[in-house]
């Protein structure tokens, strides 16, 4: 291995913390004062027995481990075998002599990082632990993004009708809120194709057309109309879309769909007449602002106007006062209903049965 093609990651060693474990006192003297120069924190213990408790108290903080292997009261063979029982990830380096091949096999198979001839040149060393750290990064870095990952899948996979398919369309995968709301068991829905739960109001055509974009490696999101095993009809908001391999190939398909009901959509349907109806009455308010403002403006002048005249002004702006009142009325009697349903629907979504879903 080609050391000296690697550089020196001084940032990344300054955030770094290393237990360095040597029984020699001048090399551990040497090393551990260089070391202490590039890394955040050193860790010195003196043989594998005191490295062992160091690193048990302080696992959560050390990044990497560097050891000798010929050591007393617990050699390094032995450390690493303890430290892997509680950690298999960390990286830990060997410093070794020319002669302990037979030692270095052992340790090769406890996940050693790389290893270290003695003496330790500095430059050599700290060139390879700027690669191990880095390699750590990106690891830490993938498991910490597929963690996040699963937690996204499980906030979904617990509020969406989740479904995968193969290129063929066939059905390989159902969670538990797509089997409660078709009533069917996953047995029963493995192997179908994709539009199995089909209504049949909806026509075959629209979801060939679907199938088709989806194999051009489309995404498709609408809402659509299904039935249970029961013939119970119900909507979901569906999106479908393929998922791809490293070589840019489609080898799934994924569906998360949401749920739709009748409710939902009435009670959509009340909150455009409500913004429509506040509309239409500001609008009136306006009007008769202006229509009292001239009427004001107007008083100096009514002489010349008829008793009748004026009586006709008054009953028109008590008509408008009435029909204010009328809207008024209106629009708190249809937020009610908004409350009402949206009440409804909150105790039907806490209660989980396969009761009818329109």
Not at 3 to 27: G, M, P, R, T
Not at 39 to 67: C, H, P
Not at 254 to 272: A, G, I, V
Request: charged letters at 30%; proline letters at 1%.
């Amino acid at each position: 291995m080609n050391h000296d093609s690697f550089n020196i990651n001084k940032d990344l060693l300054s955030k770094a913390v290393i237990l360095y474990v040597e029984d020699e006192d001048l090399a551990r003297q040497e090393t551990s004062e260089l070391l202490q120069v590039f890394f955040d924190k050193v860790f010195i213990a003196t043989n594998g027995q005191e490295a062992f408790e160091i690193f048990k108290t302080n696992s959560d903080k050390i990044d990497v481990v560097l050891t000798d292997i010929n050591m007393p009261i617990m050699n390094g063979v032995d450390l690493i075998s303890n430290i892997r029982e509680t950690n298999w990830d960390i990286p830990i380096l060997v410093n070794t002599g020319f002669d302990d091949s037979k030692t270095i096999l052992k340790v090769i198979k406890l996940n050693i990082a790389n290893y270290i001839l003695k003496p330790i040149q500095i430059n050599t060393t700290l060139k390879i632990i700027s690669r191990i750290l880095e390699e750590s990064d990106k690891t830490k870095e993938i498991i910490r993004q597929r963690n996040e990952l699963n937690q996204i899948m499980s906030i979904l996979d617990s509020q969406n009708l989740i479904c995968e398919y193969d290129i063929n369309g066939n059905i390989t995968y159902a969670n538990d809120i797509f089997c409660l709301i078709s009533e069917y068991k996953l047995h029963e829905v493995l192997g179908k194709r994709f539009d199995y739960l089909r209504h049949q109001h909806i026509n075959q055509s629209i979801y060939d057309k679907i199938w088709t974009s989806l194999q051009n490696g489309q995404t498709f999101s609408g809402r659509l109309k299904k039935i249970t095993k029961n013939k119970k009809p119900f909507y979901v908001h569906s999106t479908i879309f393929p998922i791809f391999d490293k070589d840019k190939k489609i080898f799934k398909f994924r569906s998360f769909c949401s749920l739709r009901t009748e409710d939902e959509e009435e009670k959509n349907s009340m909150k455009k007449q409500i913004i429509s109806l506040k509309s239409d009455f500001f609008k009136k308010q306006l009007h008769n602002k202006e229509l009292k403002s001239q009427t004001t403006i107007d008083q100096g002048t009514l002489d010349y106007k008829t008793e009748l005249e004026i009586i006709s002004l008054e009953q028109k702006i008590e008509e408008y006062r009435i029909e204010n009142e009328y809207l008024h009325q209106k629009l708190d009697a249809l937020q009610i209903r908004v409350e009402e349903y949206q009440y409804q629907l909150f105790n039907k979504k806490s209660i989980e049965t396969s009761s009818d879903i329109k």
